[in-house]
């Protein structure tokens, strides 16, 4: 997450996310509750893929805010745990936190499990991603906490995928966007992968020019 949150970036953030809600709720005719929650799994995606990104495209210092996908992240945060908060009041006020959490043979009660934890965890970053609570903290202790991004991430993956597959609740099976959600799960860990190979390479790399030099000056 960006550290520097802008108000022109967080309306239009959330114009996208209020937006994209409505869209799911009157034009897929699905409740408000599953609405949030896929809004939230898209946020989560698009922070996600920033980092790849700006590591396999190397950040220009001319590139304006609104042009620069770095600078998104803070608001696409926010955003995230804000809708996926809202996925959960909906739910919790239509039924009882007890029974969001059972663990039985049908699965809902695990993948809400999931779900909470990467709830939690969201809420946390959320809170330590404004400026005077990152003063607070340091800036080695705010990097190591967001570092946690990819495992909110890969909660609420498990949330997702293994209610579309693996729960009987509801007895519907997995629609479009379960599947969509393995999809986005597999680009995320596609891109880390080939981030890291580039970052062995780019290591290396520097090494063996350092190792170089080092006998040259020898």
């Not at 897929?28 to 929650?37: D, H, K, M, P, R």
């Not at 029974?99 to 939690?120: M, T």
């Amino acid at each position: 997450m960006d550290a520097r949150n802008t108000l022109s970036q967080h309306l239009i953030v959330g114009i996208f996310s209020l937006g994209l809600a409505s869209v799911f709720k009157f034009l897929l005719n699905i409740s408000w509750t599953v609405s949030f929650a896929r809004v939230s799994y898209i946020l989560l995606f698009l922070i996600l893929i920033i980092g790849p990104i700006t590591r396999m495209k190397k950040p220009t210092k001319e590139a304006l805010p609104l042009f620069a996908p770095w600078s998104w992240r803070g608001e696409l945060g926010i955003w995230f745990t804000l809708t996926a908060l809202i996925h959960f009041i909906i739910l919790l006020n239509a039924r009882a936190f007890s029974s969001l959490i059972h663990i039985g043979g049908e699965g809902y009660g695990l993948a809400n499990l999931l779900g909470l934890i990467a709830l939690f965890w969201a809420l946390i970053l959320t809170v330590t991603s404004f400026g005077k609570v990152i003063e607070f903290l340091g800036v080695c202790l705010w990097k190591w906490l967001h570092g946690l991004t990819h495992a909110v991430f890969y909660l609420v993956s498990g949330h997702f995928i293994y209610f579309q597959f693996f729960s009987t609740y509801g007895g519907g099976g997995a629609d479009w966007f379960g599947y969509l959600a393995v999809v986005m799960a597999i680009i995320i860990i596609v891109l880390q992968l080939v981030t890291f190979v580039l970052m062995i390479t780019k290591y290396n790399k520097n090494r063996e020019c350092a190792i170089s030099t080092s006998s040259q000056l020898s």
